[in-house]
């Protein structure tokens, strides 16, 4: 069989995506979403310095949690800055508080952890003691630890006050991005360059390859040569942090160093299987991170498909190559990408055209002035002066050409997240032109963009509860494309709208919410807004609850009103009996009542006189109580019952609060599923037993937020199905 490796690598990641269990696994010694009081013993592997403090990893550790013990391999732990000298190989005690990783808890939030789990890591310690129990030390690894801070010392005194470009060659050179500030970092990303910062295979075939050279002037040996490279390449990973492009890159070259020894031909393909076959034999979660899609897939890319492109032979053809190339490499990477990061940069292709012929320059001249400046400290304006002044052109030459990029229109296109489906029928389709080893013609290259880029029909009305801690949020598609967001906040998520609205909206393809409905405005129904707008994010409408005068004066209303106005926002305010309809769905507000209502005065606070919105589509209804509660539940009883209205599904009211969703409710709507939105282990103790105990009563299938992640209802042909985002089905909160 011809390229046997790359056969197994295929066989080898298809059963990890089929039998290898990749998806949440609620931890049952140490459940998400609590910290617990831990002294943790185990052996010190690396560290590495951040702004505020250090991060450790220990492996063998031994964790004692009230006279219990548990043992686990690997354990991240972070402390605060320590006179406690630390060395690789010392064996630690460290007491503090320990939490497992959270895992996506809505559809493009980023997971946590599968990225820890991918590393073999199991919690994180937050130290409040550290101490060295024995003093033990592992010499080759300390020693490439001590190296990697003292070079990063010497760039930064090369470097003087010019503390971005001493961050940017700190990244490039010593694959460390903890340095960066993030307005840079995400400048290089929305350029679509920020792989240059990443060690990998280009750091890998510059530094071999100027080994060899060198050894080779020097009339060693061929075994020589090989094995010196080989030795130099496995410690510049070791000192880079062993990331996972770069031990791609390293395996590859140690295969083409070894081939002509064993008398064997160099087979990149068999290289880059053996490379992905040794990676995921000791993480198999790695096949699912971005990284390792993004580095292997380049490589499959390059061998595969960019010949499919340049195989013309003319002259024209090979002045083009470049660009088809590059193109080559996007189209290949251009799924993945989408599925990860859901934007493309759509100068990307023509930015890393000239981008990249700089790199190595960039490279090599920092690298000489590195290593000339921490050999020679005498000679360090010398260094600067040749090596940094050129480094810090090209640095600029970086800046300018990003900024310049990000001023064109649709810089960074917002596509959404492909469905595995069209990704599947994509890669098919660019595999079948390639294995008949045809060339890429215009009219596949436009039918593999739209398989992958044209919108599909809405055919269905969409709603998802989303997890966002304490707090409430949903949002709604129709079928025309409409985007609607009833309430967005949260009490116990300071970066909310950051972490898990702006991602998933991102995932879904929106940048525009054409109306927001406020249910009331406490913070954690409201906050969310607030920063989205930050953000950048853009409304059409907002719809608020029309007050009676008694709490028209409260100052989070008021906040609320003066925000949206400064931001241009224009507000409508609703009150019972009122609606939004667009085609067969419809949006009634049942509560509050006017505030010429007589029964107006029993609206006490801003929970009881929350906006409360009947959902009609298809013949399937969903009510939404915000914090509806005692007095406001009793008047939005009484107008039910007068209306005679039911529900399938409910929104709980005040995150499933005792005095919220009362039997007379659940009996009066008598809904089939019941969504409670609420924090995991939050402090309230919602939701409250009582209220689930009513629930499973009345016949209802109660979904919570915090057990199962965001639940998504679609809605069509007159038939709702509900998912939840974590769990295959229906979990209750206990």
Not at 41 to 56: D, E, K, P, V
């Amino acid at each position: 069989m011809k390229r046997p490796l790359l056969f197994l690598f295929a066989l080898t990641s298809l059963f990890i995506c089929f039998l290898y269990p990749h998806a949440y696994e609620p931890d049952p010694i140490f459940p998400q979403g609590q910290y617990y009081s831990v002294t943790v013993t185990g052996q010190l592997q690396t560290y590495h310095h951040q702004a505020n403090g250090w991060s450790l990893l220990l492996t063998e550790c031994l964790i004692r949690h009230k006279e219990q013990s548990y043992h686990c391999s690997r354990l991240l732990v972070t402390t605060e800055e320590s006179t406690v000298p630390l060395q690789a190989g010392n064996q630690l005690s460290v007491e503090g508080s320990l939490s497992s990783f959270s895992p996506a808890r809505n559809p493009g939030n980023f997971d946590w952890y599968g990225y820890y789990k991918s590393q073999r890591i199991s919690y994180r310690v937050y130290a409040k003691n550290v101490s060295v129990t024995a003093s033990t030390i592992l010499p080759l690894r300390q020693s490439l630890l001590t190296l990697r801070e003292s070079l990063t010392q010497h760039l930064q005194q090369l470097c003087g006050p010019d503390t971005e470009t001493a961050a940017l060659l700190t990244a490039l050179l010593l694959g460390d991005k903890t340095l960066l500030e993030e307005d840079t970092k995400k400048q290089y990303q929305d350029g679509g360059i920020l792989h240059i910062l990443t060690v990998s295979g280009l750091h890998v075939s510059l530094l071999g390859g100027t080994v060899i050279l060198l050894t080779k002037k020097m009339y060693l040996p061929l075994w020589l040569r090989g094995l010196t490279a080989s030795l130099l390449i496995l410690l510049y990973w070791q000192l880079c942090g062993g990331g996972i492009s770069a031990g791609r890159a390293v395996v590859m070259f140690l295969c083409l160093t070894a081939a002509p020894l064993l008398g064997r031909t160099y087979d990149s393909l068999s290289a880059l299987s053996l490379a992905g076959i040794l990676l995921l034999w000791q993480s198999p979660a790695l096949l699912f991170q971005a990284n390792f899609q993004l580095s292997f897939g380049a490589v499959l890319g390059i061998h595969l498909v960019c010949p499919s492109l340049t195989t013309d032979s003319s002259s024209a053809s090979k002045k083009a190559s470049p660009l088809l190339f590059s193109l080559g490499l996007q189209l290949t990477l251009l799924p993945i990408t989408l599925y990860h990061f859901f934007r493309y940069p759509l100068y990307s292709l023509l930015l890393n055209l000239l981008v990249l012929p700089l790199t190595t320059p960039l490279f090599l001249l920092g690298a000489a002035g590195l290593w000339l400046t921490a050999l020679f400290p005498a000679l360090s304006s010398v260094a600067a002066t040749w090596f940094l002044i050129p480094c810090r052109w090209i640095l600029q030459i970086y800046d300018l050409l990003c900024q310049a990029s990000m001023t064109l229109p649709h810089a960074s296109a917002l596509i959404g997240r492909p469905t595995l489906l069209r990704i599947s029928l994509y890669y098919c389709v660019l595999g079948l032109v390639c294995l008949r080893k045809q060339r890429i013609a215009p009219l596949v290259l436009i039918t593999l963009l739209a398989i992958l880029l044209l919108p599909l029909p809405h055919r269905s009305l969409s709603v998802t509860f989303l997890d966002v801690g304490q707090g409430d949020c949903a949002f709604l598609e129709t079928p025309k494309g409409t985007t609607i967001l009833i309430d967005s906040g949260s009490s116990d998520l300071d970066r909310m709208a950051e972490e898990r609205l702006l991602p998933f909206l991102e995932s879904q393809g929106v940048d525009h919410l054409d109306y927001v409905f406020l249910s009331h405005t406490d913070e954690d129904h409201f906050n969310g807004i607030v920063q989205w707008l930050d953000l950048g994010g853009s409304i059409g409408t907002a719809i608020l609850p029309a007050l009676p005068d008694s709490l028209v004066s409260s100052p989070s209303y008021q906040h609320a009103i003066t925000l949206l106005t400064s931001y241009q926002v224009p507000i409508l305010y609703f009150s019972q009996g009122m609606s939004w309809q667009e085609e067969e769905l419809t949006l009634t507000c049942l509560a509050p009542v006017s505030p010429s209502h007589p029964h107006s005065s029993l609206y006490q606070d801003l929970n009881t006189a929350s906006q409360v919105l009947l959902l009609q589509y298809q013949e399937i209804h969903i009510l939404f109580t915000g914090d509806c509660e005692k007095d406001g539940e009793k008047l939005l009883l009484d107008y039910l019952q007068e209306q005679n209205l039911t529900c399938h599904i409910l929104k709980a009211g005040h995150h499933g609060s005792n005095f919220a969703t009362s039997q007379a409710l659940l009996t009066q709507l008598h809904p089939q599923a019941v969504i409670v939105s609420c924090g995991v282990r939050n402090r309230y103790g919602h939701p409250h037993p009582t209220m689930l105990s009513r629930t499973e009563d009345s016949g209802a299938t109660c979904y919570v937020t915090a057990s199962g992640g965001a639940v998504s209802v679609t809605i069509s042909h007159g038939k709702a199905r509900l998912k939840t985002f974590l769990s295959p089905g229906p979990l209750y909160y206990r």
